[in-house]
């Protein structure tokens, strides 16, 4: 019932930066989290960062302080501030929202942080 499609993916020189948008739309329920999750070849999926309807953030340790989860609850959509970027940021990184009883997941876009 959620569809949520994502962009801002692309090739960047470390200490770059990026911002990844996803929108969500179809039916949303109230409260939910909205978040960024990634995965490298070869790795597990883990949540980078991820933002409550009403404003509650968290992030992974390895990017605090370099990027910046937030939301637009009017426009149902969610963004990734992306900055100082290093090399192990590459990955795929998916949009999820997620309410009490069930999760979706968007298609992916890829990040690659590369000189």
């Known amino acids: 019932q959620v569809q949520l499609v994502e962009s801002g993916g692309g090739l960047v020189q470390p200490g770059g930066s990026l911002r990844l948008s996803c929108a969500a739309s179809g039916v949303i329920s109230r409260p939910n989290t909205m978040g960024w999750y990634r995965q490298a070849p070869g790795k597990e999926r883990e949540l980078v960062a991820a933002a409550t309807n009403s404003g509650i953030t968290n992030y992974a340790d390895s990017v605090k302080g370099r990027f910046t989860i937030s939301r637009d609850n009017a426009k149902n959509k969610v963004y990734l501030q992306m900055n100082t970027l290093k090399p192990e940021d590459t990955a795929v990184y998916y949009c999820?929202?997620?309410?009490?009883?069930?999760?979706?997941w968007g298609q992916g876009t890829q990040v690659t942080v590369s000189s």
């Open positions: 999820n929202h997620r309410t009490a009883s069930i999760g979706y």
